[in-house]
């Protein structure tokens, strides 16, 4: 075989590689953003990245409903270009990806279902029971009195969680005190890598405003000497201060 024809079958089968990489195919069904980065560090958002792949040339953009729009779906080589936006696929597995788009930002989506599920399993081994709307008890002005870990025990809600959503409930609430500052983390179930996904920035008025993979207000309902309650997205959260 002649160098040249070596040289094109090589550059054929390395193309045919990458190809491989992303298929359109592979994609079919339901994807959700659940972390956002540039340059390594988490960025928050709130324009939350969805779409459903149909077909190979044909999606969803956003949440899958009656009137989302369908939009074009075009695979060449590793980018991605859906209707008007263009993204490049960093890394892809059955349930996870990576996607490149402009500025150096990168987008993490997670496959999900977006069919009616019945009720499920919280995670935290606790069945879904509506709980009564809680009262407003003891909330301090300041917030010195929150210091501890907080572990959650139990939560209510007026409606069961979506699945996909899971990622958003809290686990764990972690506030240290230092002669400078006063630092309070937020744990979800997702976060098993001792990062937390929420951070609160300040509290006012019995709330505590936060900032990570989103921006979230927590409300707080109650807190005495072993007990933290809060509430949020109609999900009331019972903690209890673990001892060090």
């Known amino acids: 075989m002649k160098k040249s024809a070596v040289l094109i079958f090589l550059l054929f089968i390395s193309l045919f590689a990458e190809a491989q990489i992303v298929n359109t195919k592979n994609l079919k069904g339901a994807w959700r953003e659940v972390a956002r980065t540039r340059s390594g560090q988490k960025i928050s958002f709130r324009d939350t990245l969805f779409f459903e792949v149909l077909s190979s040339n044909l999606c969803i953009w956003g949440k899958s409903s009656p009137t989302a729009p369908r939009v074009r779906l075009k695979q060449i080589g590793t980018t991605l270009i859906i209707g008007p936006s263009e993204f490049d696929i960093i890394e892809q597995n059955e349930s996870w990806m990576k996607l490149s788009g402009?500025?150096?930002?990168?987008?993490?989506?997670?496959?999900?279902?977006?069919?009616?599920?019945?009720?499920?399993?919280?995670?935290?081994?606790?069945?879904?029971?509506?709980?009564?709307i809680v009262k407003m008890g003891a909330v301090p002005?300041?917030?010195?009195?929150?210091?501890?870990?907080?572990?959650?025990?139990?939560?209510?809600?007026?409606?069961p969680m979506q699945p996909e959503l899971k990622y958003r409930l809290v686990r764990?609430?972690?506030?240290?005190?230092?002669?400078?500052?006063?630092?309070?983390?937020?744990?979800?179930?997702?976060?098993?890598?001792?990062?937390?996904?929420?951070?609160?920035?300040?509290?006012?008025?019995?709330?505590?405003?936060?900032?990570?993979?989103?921006?979230?207000?927590?409300?707080?309902?109650?807190c005495v000497?072993?007990?933290?309650?809060?509430?949020?997205?109609?999900i009331v959260y019972y903690m209890n201060k673990l001892q060090k």
């Open 172 to 222: 764990l609430v972690e506030i240290e005190e230092t002669p400078e500052t006063i630092t309070a983390k937020i744990y979800g179930f997702d976060d098993l890598d001792g990062h937390p996904s929420w951070v609160v920035q300040n509290y006012e008025n019995g709330i505590l405003y936060t900032s990570g993979k989103d921006e979230r207000a927590f409300k707080v309902v109650n």
């Open 225 to 234: 000497a072993n007990e933290l309650i809060i509430e949020n997205e109609g």
């Open 141 to 159: 002005a300041k917030i010195e009195p929150f210091v501890g870990i907080w572990k959650c025990y139990k939560r209510t809600s007026a409606k």
């Open 102 to 132: 402009e500025d150096g930002v990168e987008f993490e989506m997670q496959r999900y279902s977006n069919k009616k599920q019945p009720p499920v399993r919280n995670t935290n081994n606790l069945k879904y029971k509506p709980g009564p």
